[in-house]
């Protein structure tokens, strides 16, 4: 019933332009708010607390079903004309920030559906970050259950507690204050009120879509590339941090904090190497390559996707190199995708850990963030996340490549998908549209998978979750 509320600002837009489009809407607000009341109705008197298994099934669901129900506007618009299929596609992709879209003529759809879909995008972001920070935790999974020692609020306990919505608040107030700066900081550099809004709902959310076929390439100004530079930049950071960096009024915990470090140095390898590289084959001259390699280089690894050029056409290793950046992704407790900083940095130090109790088998050598051990059991749960991870990937990239798609298509949107990231390489560099159905429906499940942290969906599928 809340969902079907996020109807209403288009049926605005769809006045305001008066572009055609406001039956859907009306219609879409009138079916989703109908399901809801229907469901909650007949449970409104019933009072329980919620357990974790009630935790996995909530966050699970709250990305399939309003996934499910957003798709209804693209159904029932005659402007689209999407299949079920593609519809549901281009909702989810856009509730899960990934970015990745079956539509093409962007710059002709009506001001409502282009809006609509920015929206999609901001408010999974609201969900992913309340989600990750506030719940993950306390389901014990993912890497953010390093944070309860020193993040506020209930990131710290084991079960949920008023306190949720406190974080909740304060958390919502960030990513809104980042969204308004991110819409004002576009719209002082040039776009149209419009597009500044749309573009900061996707920036911040790290989606990636764009009401214009070129994305950013249409506004052709690097002050508008180095504004979604740097958003994109604070939006891959922990919003835990953020959360501690607005309550202290001071940045030098984003400095002290050893996955936000390693994030960045990061980020700053992989801008000088993609410059460089980029200059040193004449793509580009060299204030181009700055800025259209750090802009790509930014966009791809915080899994955002914005395009300023089609790097998958960038000689040799390069458009590799970036995918593999996206592979990271952001933060841990971010609106990012990908396996998230935190979690490479545990398997690289266990690496390397590793290797030295071969040297000295007898040596007690802990793995440390920072100053702090960690303990065994978080180092098993992230190679348990990465081997789950990979399992999915490699069957879903078999199952893809059964459809008749061809190797680099296939393993580079099933990589897109699974890490929200968007643009892939091949047939799906620009757009997923010519995809045949099957593959649309393995994509789907792939970007719950992705958003979900793999387990959180996974869990769902056993047989022992749904025992008494």
């Known amino acids: 019933m809340l969902f079907s509320i996020t109807l209403l600002p288009p049926v605005l837009i769809s006045v305001i332009y008066n572009d055609g489009a406001i039956n859907a809407f ?11 009341l229907f469901t909650w109705l007949p449970v409104y008197k019933t009072k329980q607390d ?22 209804l506007p693209f159904i029932l618009n005659d402007a689209t004309q999407l299949s079920i299929v593609d519809a549901v596609f281009e909702s989810i992709s856009g509730l899960t920030t990934t970015g990745a879209t079956v539509i093409t003529g962007l710059d002709d759809l009506p001001k409502s559906i282009l809006f609509y879909r920015q929206q999609l995008q901001w408010l999974g972001g609201i969900g992913i970050i309340v989600i990750a920070v506030a719940i993950l935790p306390m389901l014990g999974i993912g890497g953010m259950q390093l944070y309860r020692a020193e993040t506020p609020g209930p990131v710290k306990d084991s079960k949920l507690t008023p306190r949720i919505t406190q974080t909740a608040k304060a958390l919502f107030f960030i990513y809104v204050s980042l969204t308004i700066a991110c819409a004002f900081a576009y719209w002082l550099a040039g776009m149209t009120a419009f597009d500044a809004i749309c573009h900061a709902f996707s920036t911040v959310a790290i989606g990636g879509f764009s009401t214009h076929d070129a994305s950013m390439a249409f506004f052709d100004s690097p002050a508008i590339l180095i504004i979604g530079i740097i958003f994109m930049l604070l939006s891959g950071i922990n919003f835990a941090l953020h959360f501690v ?37 004449n793509v580009y001259s060299f204030n181009q390559s700055l800025l259209f390699g750090s802009f790509e280089l930014v966009s791809i690894l915080t899994t ?8 998958s056409q960038w000689p040799t290793f390069l458009p590799f190199m970036l995918f593999m950046f996206a592979l990271m992704g952001g933060c841990g407790g971010s609106t990012a995708g990908g ?49 789950a991870y990979v399992i999915s990937f490699m069957i879903m990239f078999l199952i893809l490549m059964a459809t008749g798609l061809d190797f680099l298509t296939a393993f580079s949107a099933i990589g897109a998908c699974i890490n929200n990231l968007g643009p892939g390489m091949g047939d799906v560099a620009a757009h997923y549209g010519d995809l045949n159905s099957v593959a649309k429906w393995v994509l789907c499940f792939a970007m719950l998978l992705g958003r979900l942290e793999v387990f959180t969906l996974l869990v769902l599928l056993t047989p022992a979750f749904w025992r008494q």
């Not at 009306?26 to 809801?36: E, V």
């Not at 357990?51 to 957003?70: E, K, N, P, S």
């Not at 130090?349 to 303990?375: D, M, T, W």
């Open 304 to 311: 955002t996707g914005f395009g300023v050029a089609d790097y």
């Open 50 to 71: 919620l357990r974790t298994r009630d935790g996995f099934l909530i966050t699970a669901l709250f990305w399939a079903v309003l996934g499910l129900a957003g798709s």
């Open 26 to 36: 009306i219609i879409s607000f009138f079916i989703t708010l109908g399901a809801g």
């Open 245 to 281: 960096a607005w309550r202290s009024k001071s940045v030098m915990h984003f400095l002290k904090d050893p996955e936000c470090k390693f994030y960045l140095w990061c980020v700053l390898f992989g801008v000088v190497v993609t410059v460089l590289y980029l200059y040193s084959q």
């Open 339 to 387: 396996i998230k900083v935190m979690r490479v940095m545990l398997i690289c130090k266990q690496g390397i850990r590793e290797i030295y109790r071969l040297i000295h088998p007898n040596a007690i050598i802990p793995v440390k963030v920072g100053n702090k051990p960690v303990s065994d059991r978080v180092i098993e749960a992230v190679w348990g996340f990465f081997a």
